[in-house]
């Protein structure tokens, strides 16, 4: 093998690690990612009741600085405490974050987005005449209705 060829190889080698890191790299932060948007599972359990702390967080929906009118309305649906999806989602929500979060079914996901953009609207003092307010696409009919359920019910 010539030099030349030598030096082309360990070129490749080098680029070829080097892409591998970044592979490396992407996967340690979307592990993170990961990690910072997990719920708690729960450890050993042979029941599929999780007990209260396991599933809710320490947050109150009173302690979220929501208005009269939605307080009343989680009040009246019998929430005290936010799950863990809900304490996690809901304040960034509130202050116009972008949020992806991931949760198990009957975890309070429907809730974690409805509240706040309910809560959004209010604080807007937005009304029917001016136009569409909220946008939200389900990819089944039974989603769908469920999202209509919980507007109404917060509204």
């Known amino acids: 093998m010539s030099d030349a060829q030598v030096s082309e190889n360990n070129e490749k080698r080098s680029r ?10 992407l996967n340690e932060k979307e592990k993170q990612a990961e ?17 209260d702390d396991q599933y809710f967080s320490q ?19 019998g929430f005290t405490t936010c799950s863990e999806i809900q304490a996690r989602a809901i304040p960034h929500i509130l202050n116009g974050r972008d949020v992806l979060g991931a949760a198990k079914t009957g975890s309070g996901k429907t809730l974690a987005y409805m509240l706040p953009a309910v809560e959004l609207l209010r604080k807007a003092h ?4 001016n136009g569409t307010g909220v946008l939200i696409i389900a990819p089944t009919r039974e989603l769908a209705m469920q999202n209509y359920k919980w507007a109404r019910d917060l509204l």
């Open 16 to 25: 070829k690690n080097s892409k591998v890191s970044e592979v490396d790299d």
């Open 59 to 77: 947050i109150k929906f009173k302690d979220l600085n929501l208005s009269e009118q939605s307080q009343k309305a989680v009040d009246g649906l």
């Open 35 to 51: 990690m910072v948007m997990a719920t708690d599972e729960p450890s050993n359990s042979t029941s599929k009741e999780l007990k």
């Open 126 to 129: 937005f009304s029917p005449k």
